[in-house]
């Protein structure tokens, strides 16, 4: 499934974050690991040695890219059934990695391109792993490598870790745990958290609380109808510290708390893998009763809302640029100096800033140093003077390209500005 997107939607089927990530695989490689880019900053260290080193193969960016990323979504599953076997057998954890493999909000989470997200919860279940086998030097491993990949899941370990303080023995060694991978964190992402402590929330594009009731749906109907009966079920302590806290972390409103929603959906779907074993178990082993057809009534509905979901994201998430305009753009960095800047939209600036090696700048993002009030004088005025010295604040030399026609960037654009194709400007205005 994951690889059919290429079939159906050509060579880069992924969401707004991909050109962001193929950014990082276009610099030239001059230090290990080379320097940040929007998307690959200080505190994603560990990604961007993971990307350097794959370079050493001498493929493309995109088979790169894309190939490491598929990898992750596949080992998520093959992880979870690793972790689950010893306390829900080989029937349980099948079902619980099925399901994932072939969740809608895994596939939306996979289409929106989480390269960042997919690495680090692959390295959250290796952790899961360790925690329960208590390979130690390992799991020590597994504290430096999620501080040093993601934040927000590196937050959201150490609140696991927390909990399994209070409902798991060896405190001391999970104390160890916590301040390791806190030290590390704060080493690396002092700056964002202290934003985020004294501003406003941060939001994170992905799926809002309504899209993710509907989706989990089908999980919640298999939980109700198991109810009480759950808690006769085992599972591995890292994971109920799992399931307390990415379910606990998105009602609560915390920062980031949309992305985290790629956790919740793993939490909820783990429950309900349990919880369908355990109705097979009865159904296998007890005659046909009142509960017997309620349970496979309930299977049945759920399965079919989850499959109906699953069609759903796969049809309804398609590239938001055609293979055609990224052909264009890739054109485009061709007539335009590396060291030069270019201006876009938002919605386009992801594209240029992959498959070119300008400076890119668009409205809000990036470069831009520009306020919202500003910009929406920009595309009041009817004089091309303020049009001239708003492009003045940009460093030069200067480009404007979009394929979505001038006017909705800069306004009608000024005779100064050299139209060197029909999607591309170049600023030779006296500034």
């Known amino acids: 499934t994951h690889l059919r997107v290429f079939r159906m939607y050509g060579p880069h089927p992924f969401g ?21 880019v929007p998307g690959l900053g200080d505190d994603a260290l560990v990604p961007r040695m993971l990307l350097d080193v794959l370079r050493f193969v001498h493929l493309s960016p995109d088979v790169i890219l894309y190939g490491s ?13 690793v972790l689950l076997v010893p306390t829900l057998g080989k029937r349980g954890a099948f079902i619980a990695a099925l ?59 150490i609140l696991i870790l927390f909990i399994v303080l209070f409902i798991q023995g060896r405190r001391l060694e999970t104390l160890m ?40 749906l089908p999980s919640l109907l298999i939980l109700a109808a198991v109810n009480l009966k759950l808690r006769e079920i085992t599972l591995p302590r890292s994971v109920i510290a799992f399931c307390i806290v990415t379910l ?25 893998a349990a919880a369908i074993n355990h109705m097979l178990e009865y159904m296998q082993n007890r005659e046909f009763s009142l509960r017997t057809w309620l349970y496979m009534g309930v299977l049945c509905i759920s399965l079919g809302l989850f499959a109906g979901n699953f069609l759903t994201e796969i049809r309804s998430n398609v590239p938001l640029l055609p293979p055609e305009s990224i052909e264009h753009i890739e054109e485009i960095g061709t007539l335009v100096p590396p060291d030069s800047t270019i201006l876009t939209s938002s919605n386009e600036a992801p594209w240029f800033e992959g498959w070119t090696l300008s400076h890119i700048t668009a409205p809000g993002m990036l470069r831009d140093t520009h306020s919202l ?25 200067l480009y404007i390209s979009t394929l979505d026609g001038f006017e909705y960037l800069i306004g009608t654009p000024s005779s100064c500005l050299t139209a060197l194709t029909p999607y591309l400007l170049r600023d030779d205005c006296e500034h």
């Open 16 to 36: 707004y974050d991909t050109g962001f990530y193929r950014r990082y695989l276009l610099e030239p490689f001059i230090s290990f690991p080379n320097a940040p």
């Open 69 to 81: 990323y598929v990898a992750f979504f596949v080992a998520i599953p093959l992880l979870v059934y």
């Open 99 to 157: 399901l994932i493999a072939l969740s809608p909000i895994q596939y939306e989470a996979y289409w929106y391109m989480f390269w960042k997200n997919a690495w680090a919860l692959c390295l959250l279940l290796g952790a899961f792993i360790a925690i329960e086998r208590r390979w130690l030097l390992p799991l020590i491993a597994f504290d430096a490598l999620i501080a040093l990949s993601h934040k927000t899941t590196a937050i959201i370990y």
């Open 177 to 216: 745990h916590i301040g390791i991978t806190g030290v590390v964190l704060s080493l690396v992402a002092f700056s964002s958290i202290h934003s985020v402590a004294s501003g406003a929330r941060p939001v994170a594009l992905f799926i809002d609380w309504q899209q993710f009731l509907w989706l989990v």
């Open 248 to 272: 606990t972390y998105p009602l609560l409103i915390l920062p980031f708390y949309e992305r985290v929603f790629l956790f919740s959906d793993i939490a909820l779907l783990i429950l309900a």
């Open 373 to 397: 009030p500003e910009w929406q004088a920009l595309w009041a005025a009817t004089s091309s003077e303020l049009q001239i010295q708003f492009l003045a604040d940009f460093d030069h030399p």
